[in-house]
């Protein structure tokens, strides 16, 4: 080449060399230009709304906690997708955090003032009940100031940052109950509560002194606590395998729930109001109240109707409350009227007792047939009319009945077995009880090997999980072995596999994921959804939902979502604009990060 120049100057072609040097240059620009993974040219399209997204990769995020394993042949698969031209949504989005005094905690469904404050009946609760606001609220929860990653699963049972839940309510308001302490930076948690006076391990032992045949975490796995204060009754029965859903409403026992999820045990909102709890019948093996003030024999019974719904077969209730052991004549008359009431509903009290610690509760039964529904004298509380009575459990009001009791009605098989025994309320037909079994190893597989080493997430850090659609539960189930929990969510559009769930002995709900969840900003370290968001488009768009996931999702908290890639592209381009890290893994898992970012705020 040199000597070819050389050449071309003695030959005095100028003109010819200025061209062909232009050539090269005009090549050499053109290659860089369309190698660099950082087009100039793109930029702009992508920095226009959202000021601070981070350059795409292959460059890293500067996100405080990346974990992230990069795999070139992943991240090269990103990179090309950055190019797709129709997933641009969400990026045209520019975020803005929620502002009011309300906003670190911000529950849109619950904290509508406006909706509340329009009711013409606050007498049955209504006023802890759900109300959406229409449209969805596309703000940001802000964090609270000096907010960290949450105190590890066990100690955190314990002990949690006061900076996370900065309310002192409880701590002033039960100060001699012991719900709650402040110890400098922490909040303790002794595992006092209005009933647990001499600590809540000597309240579970004395449940079962009283009646045996409970055996906790064996015939008894699932139940259900009303009521639950800061959820210490369902902390410590952990210990004895059993699981919890503990739920009380967002009241003036300030954050009792926020305190319960952040110390990474198994909670939700909810209120014994006027409709039904968001469980399927005949679920949980046992139902436990310790003055929960709930009035169930107001209301012509329903609450109590309700309680009787939820519960399996053979069940039991105890109610640990003053009537049960106070002689005044308030708790006389309320003793009076449990008695007429449990007896209409052939309810049998298995124990009673009275502590020397000064408490004492009383144990019913459920019936296992509905032969005594039948004996009775008057027909009050009447059968419901199952042919009538609603389906669902999502916004119905509650039954003013007794619901039927399945003619096949038999006792799940003891905890563990049970996890994967076939489901009492799985179809009779011998096709379901294959598919289920099937599920259940296919989830065993995928989440062996996928899920647990090759989505680079790191377990160790999560104790709280939400299944976002769960089907029969079979993610959950595969996970059963680590120290964790699972919150199984039943989408109220698909089929009802929420029965199952508690049959195997996990704990779920049932959700719209077109709606907010009752559950407070930052209390789940990591959300899982397998094929959920092709269904709930068709009603809602996708960035409704991620809304709710970063409001739900703590920072430091994982998303995994499995889907086709044409979501997984739309996804990820709305948790970048979040500033959440993503990978891609085999075309069909989306792992995405949430950081501490939050939009730049005035407050
Ligand atoms: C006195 S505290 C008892 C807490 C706990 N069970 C204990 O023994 O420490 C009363 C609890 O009942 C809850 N509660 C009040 N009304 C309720 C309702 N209608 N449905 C469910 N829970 C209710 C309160 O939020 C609170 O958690
Ligand atoms: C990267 O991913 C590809 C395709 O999923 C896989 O074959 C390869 O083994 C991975 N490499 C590493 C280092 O994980
Ligand atoms: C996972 O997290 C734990 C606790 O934060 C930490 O000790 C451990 O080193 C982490 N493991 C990996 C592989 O990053
Ligand atoms: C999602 O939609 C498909 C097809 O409409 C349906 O078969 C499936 O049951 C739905 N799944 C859920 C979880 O709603």
Redo the contacts with the bound molecule.
């Keep these: 080449m040199a000597l070819s120049v050389n050449n071309l100057v003695k030959l005095r072609k100028y003109p010819f060399i200025a061209f062909l040097f232009f050539i090269i240059l005009f090549v050499t620009f053109f290659i860089l230009t369309t190698n660099t993974s950082q087009p100039p040219l793109r930029q702009p399209s992508v920095t226009k709304t959202i000021p601070t997204t981070p350059s795409p990769l292959p460059l890293p995020l500067p996100l405080p906690l990346q974990e992230t394993v990069s795999n070139d042949s992943t991240e090269t698969v990103i990179n090309s997708e950055l190019d797709d031209s129709d997933s641009g949504e969400g990026l045209g989005y520019e975020w803005k955090v929620c502002t009011g005094s309300l906003a670190v905690d911000y529950i849109p469904c619950l904290d509508n003032r406006k909706a509340i404050k329009a009711l013409r009946s606050r007498r049955h609760?209504e006023h802890?009940e759900r109300y959406c606001p229409k449209p969805n609220p596309k703000c940001l929860v802000p964090l609270p100031d000096g907010y960290k990653v949450p105190v590890h699963w066990p100690k955190s049972r314990d002990m949690i940052w006061f900076d996370n839940v900065p309310h002192l309510k409880l701590v002033e308001y039960k100060k001699e109950?012991n719900?709650v302490k402040r110890s400098g930076n922490y909040l303790l948690f002794p595992g006092?509560?209005?009933?647990?006076k001499e600590g809540v391990n000597h309240y579970i032992q004395y449940i079962e002194k009283n009646l045996p045949k409970i055996g906790w975490g064996k015939r008894t796995r699932v139940i259900l606590?009303?009521?639950?204060?800061?959820a210490?009754?369902g902390g410590y029965l952990l210990d004895k395998n059993v699981i919890t859903m503990s739920?009380?409403?967002k009241?003036?026992?300030e954050a009792?729930i926020q305190f319960a999820l952040e110390r990474g045990i198994p909670a939700t909102l909810?209120?014994?109001?006027t409709q039904r709890l968001t469980f399927p019948d005949n679920a949980f093996d046992l139902i436990h109240?310790?003055?929960?003030?709930?009035h169930w024999d107001g209301y012509g019974g329903k609450?109590l109707l309700e309680l009787n719904r939820v519960l399996r077969p053979g069940g039991v209730f105890i109610w640990?409350a003053t009537p049960v052991y106070r002689d005044d004549e308030r708790d006389k008359k309320v003793w009076k009227a449990m008695v007429a009431l449990t007896e209409s509903i052939c309810w049998k009290v298995v124990a009673k007792s009275f502590d020397s610690s000064g408490i004492g509760l009383v144990i019913y039964e459920k019936p296992v047939s509905s032969s005594c529904y039948k004996s009775r004298k008057e027909n009050n509380p009447p059968l419901c009319d199952e042919n009538t009575r609603p389906k669902t459990s999502w916004y119905t009001p509650l039954d003013g009945c007794i619901s039927a009791i399945p003619i096949t009605n038999t006792w799940p098989t003891p905890w563990p077995q049970r996890l994967n025994s076939k489901p009492l309320s799985l179809s009779t037909d011998p096709e379901a009880e294959r598919v289920f079994h099937e599920d259940t190893k296919h989830w065993s597989e995928l989440v062996t090997n996928v899920y647990i080493g090759s989505l680079g997430v790191n377990w160790s850090n999560v104790r709280n999980v939400m299944d976002m659609n769960v089907g029969y539960g079979g993610f959950a189930a595969a996970l059963s072995d680590l120290p964790l929990w699972v919150m199984n969510i039943v989408s109220v559009n698909g089929p009802d596999t929420l029965p199952v769930i508690f049959d195997r002995g996990l704990i779920g709900i049932y959700h719209d994921w077109c709606e907010s969840l009752n559950t407070y900003p930052r209390t789940y370290d990591l959300l899982h959804s397998s094929f959920l968001f092709g269904n709930v488009t068709h009603r809602c768009d996708v960035l409704d939902v991620v809304v709710e996931m970063d409001r739900i999702l703590r920072p430091g908290g994982v998303v995994i979502v499995e889907d086709n890639i044409q979501m997984l592209n739309k996804l990820k381009h709305i948790f970048r604009s979040l500033h959440w890290s993503t990978s891609l893994h085999q075309q069909r898992f989306l792992v995405g990060r949430k950081g501490f970012w939050r939009p730049e705020t005035k407050r």
């Design positions: 609760m802890r109950q719900w006092g509560g209005t009933q647990f606590d009303v009521g639950c204060g800061v210490s009754f739920f009380a409403p009241d003036e026992h009792q909810s209120v014994i109001g109240c310790a003055r929960c003030r709930v609450p640990s």
